[in-house]
C-alpha cells in the first residue's frame, strides 16, 4: 500500500482528529487571507490617495497697514502683496502641480439682489477657480456652466441662490462696481460662465462671486501683476509637502519675513492615519496569529504523533525506513491542508467582499483583492510551517529505535 494512500485511509479512519486538524488549517489560511488583502488594499489605497487627494500650502503676506472707514466703525487690513514673479519662481519645482491666486473686495451690483438682503456682495478673483479651496474640498460645486481659467477677464460664476433670485443664467451678464466707504464707481461687466451650488451643511456666503484677475484689477485700481490676498500651491505627492515647502524657504530671493508660508494636508492626512492605522493593526494581527497558530499547530501535531508511538514502532520494526514513516505523517498533513486551501479560497473571496463593503462605508474608495502572488506567497509559507512542524513533532520518537519505542508501549 502506498504512502498516499495510508495517508487517506487514516485521516478518514480518525475523522474526528482528522477534522480538528483540517478546522485548523481552515481558519489559519482564511484569517491570514483576509488579513493580507485587507493590507494590500490598504497599501494601494493609499498609493491612490497620494494621487489624487490634494495637498497644499498657502503663501500669504504678512499685515502692513490697516484701512478705516469714513464713520471709524470699520476696517480692513493691508497685506504685502504677492507679485507675479514670486508666484512664478515657486511654481518652478516640478512638485508642484498648479496654483491659485485669490484675493476678494466687496462688491456693489447694479440691479443685482443679494440673498442677504444687503446691498452689496463679495466679489472673490482666482488664477482658477477649479484650484479655489471651496471647490476642492467639496464644499461648492460647479453646477452648470464652467470653470474660470487663466486671467478670466469678464466672467464670473454666480450661485444658484442668486442665479435664482435674480432670474439669471449661463450666458447672462451682469454689473458690478467697487464698494468702499459705501461708494461706487468702476463699473465692470461680468457674463455669466458657471452657476455653481454650496453644500448645505457647510456655511458659504452665497452672494460670493467669483472671476478673474483682470476683472478685480480694472474694478479696484490694484496693480496688475500683484495678489493682495494668498496663493495656494498643490503639490503632486501629498507624504512630500514638508520637504517641499522646506524647499521653497531656501528661495533666497523672497523676503520670508514679510511672508507666511502654511501647510494644509488636512484631508489627506485623516484618511492616511486612517489607512496608517489599519495597516498596523492588519500587520498586528497577521504576525499574531501566525504565531500563535503555529504553536497550536505544533501542540496538535505532537499529541497526534505522541498517540502514535506504537505504530510507528511497528512500522520500524518490519522495515519501513524512518524517513517513509516521516513521508506518510507529512503526506496526512499535507492532505488535509490542501482541502483546508480548496474551502477557504471561496470563503475568504466572499469575506473580503465584505469586509470591502465595510471600509468604503467609513474611509471612502477602497478595493479589497486576493492577489495571486500574495496567495502562493501565503500558501508556501503555510507548507513550510506545517513541514517544519511535523518533523519537529516527529523527531522525539523518530530518533528511538524501534525496541525503545515498543519497550515504551509496555
Known sequence: ??????????????????????????????FTTVGFSVLNAAQSAAARLRETIGASFTLQGKPEEFDFSTDGKHYST???????????????????????????????????????????????ANTATEWNRNFTNGTLTLERGKHITGEGHGTALISRELAKENNLDVGDCISISYAEDNLAANAVPLQIAGIY??????????????????SYWELTGDTPGTFSGGVDFFVTDPARLDLVIEQIRKNESVMWDNYILQADATEYKAIADQLASMRRLTTLLIVSSVVVSAVILFLILSMRIKSRIHETGILLAVGVSKGAVILQFITETMVLLFLAILVSCPIGYAAAVQIETFLQDRIGVISIGVPVPTLLLQYSVETVIVLFGVAAAAYPIIKLKPKDILSKMS
Open 78 to 124: 493691508q497685506l504685502v502683496p504677492i507679485s507675479q514673479q514670486m508666484i512664478d519662481g515657486i511654481t518652478n519645482n516640478k512638485e508642484i502641480k498648479g496654483y491659485n491666486a485669490r484675493q476678494s473686495a466687496p462688491v456693489y451690483a447694479d440691479g443685482l439682489y443679494f440673498t442677504s438682503g444687503t446691498s452689496y456682495g463679495t466679489i472673490s
Open 1 to 30: 500500500m502506498d504512502i498516499f494512500k495510508r495517508a487517506v485511509l487514516f485521516n478518514i479512519r480518525k475523522k474526528e482528529k482528522s477534522l480538528t486538524l483540517f478546522l485548523l488549517f481552515a481558519l489559519i489560511t482564511l
Open 197 to 214: 451650488v454650496s453644500d448645505a451643511d457647510m456655511e458659504f456666503d452665497n452672494d460670493t462671486i467669483f472671476t478673474g484677475h483682470d
